[in-house]
DNA sequence: CAAGAACGAGAGCACTGCTCTTGAAACGGA
DNA sequence: TCCGTTTCAAGAGCAGTGCTCTCGTTCTTG
């Protein structure tokens, strides 16, 4: 009946004359967009699909032909989080090699950036590393994305390693460096560890021994607690100095995985 | 008409009104029971007051008169999750400690039994750990609760400290053992963090080294970076024995903070 | 060019948190 | 004992939500 006049109201970057498929790119495209800017001003929990549609100037059930349903739609924000904060990873990794850094430099280089994507994006942070949204699982397609980051790390360590600058965990150090005191060791996780670590390495394709590899889970991990604390604010009032805390453990956690 | 007969009332209040404000007691545990079995069944995002209220045999509106909003439902759920987790770190030392365990092995159960309270109330970890609801903000009636179990991690170090058995990072070790080689010298956090330390350690009102409360810091931090991970998914399909990496790492976090 | 898929609009359902009003209890001073 | 005050449960109602279904229209494709 009226739907005539409407053509333009979404903004008219959808020109008419263009194909299906570009406008359905396009219209996805700024529905994640406007949702990514809920998501930052009122949180994940207050994410609601009437509220996109509406500042979109469509109708709310315009918008399932786009995504099946609210979770659908945070699972794009999500696998959006995953790549960001992966390539801002990588780029950082780049930036750090380019620059001629030691392999430590580039572990603190690649945290620090880590930690101020997460502090530019608090909410998107939330989402990939904060409590899971009520019964979502996340979809197989999310694992690849959420691995870009860590395996920036670990690219890190494999290169230390083939370097022969990496000191494995559970070996008395002999060979490099002086052997008289000061050089930690640092004792091998257990086998059952050391195992998953196996694997991690095999599905991986990368050269690193598996108890650098366990201490490499545990130290990502470790990593985001930091993180967790300061952006959920349990450090509030505690400690101030976060920005020199979480540099100080991040070289203590390249210290844990043999690096330096 | 103004005041006249609020006089007598408010003096012993508890005592002369017995009936109504004891009904009013169980109702208030009956209604957050209630949250907490609709928490452990659905998450935090899908806790519904009418649900609740529905569930009690009584009207949504009714729950206004206990509990000011859902907002403030979660805040009371969230203390009651800071007490019961520090609860149990608690009985976990003190079991440890009357049988006679070293410092070091004290520490490791309390952190299993963190460990094991979390696995056990999976969505009241989320909603103390993990991302803060929409524009949430955690009322200082929460830092208290909140700081008991950490307390509890931060007396077995000033327990060990008092005893002589606490290596103090960014000291050189030369006293008490054997110091030719394998005794891992800790740097010490910045000046900016052991400020922040050494304020912490007044307030606390515990006898610490201000190196050492640093490291507290961040190891309890980087403890809950575990167990975020684990119970939020991070690694599934990527760290199968985590009892056993969780143990590992628990250890590694003591000896980071000085303890064995 | 016409069949069919994709699409936007709208109405509607069941649900949510929350407010306001009403009538019935329980309470405490007289 | 009586009566005003306070507390409470109930109900109606408002605005908002996710989601489904139907209806014409529009674009695409055979």
Redesign the interface.
Known sequence: MVSAPKAGTLKNMTKIRGARERARGEITTAIKDEARRQLAA?????LSLRAVARELGMVSSALYRYFPGRDDLLTALITDSYDALGGVAEAALEASAAQGDSHLARWQSVCRAVREWALAHPHEY??I???????Y??PDST?GP?ARAALVLITIAADAHAAGALRVPGTAEAATGP????????PA??T??L??ARE?TERLDVDLPAPVM?EM??A???????????L????E?????RD??F???AV?LAR?VGLA
């Not at 990502?220 to 300061?230: D, K, N, T």
């Open positions: 009122e949180g994940a929990a207050k939330a989402l590393y904060g409590s899971p949204v009520p019964g699982a996340a694992t959420a052997a008289h005191a000061g050089t930690p060791h640092v996780a257990p059952s560890v195992q998953d991690l366990a889970a545990a990502w991990a470790q990593l985001f607690g930091l993180l967790s604390f300061e959920f604010g349990q450090f009032r505690v400690i101030e100095a020199d805390l540099d100080h453990a203590s844990g």
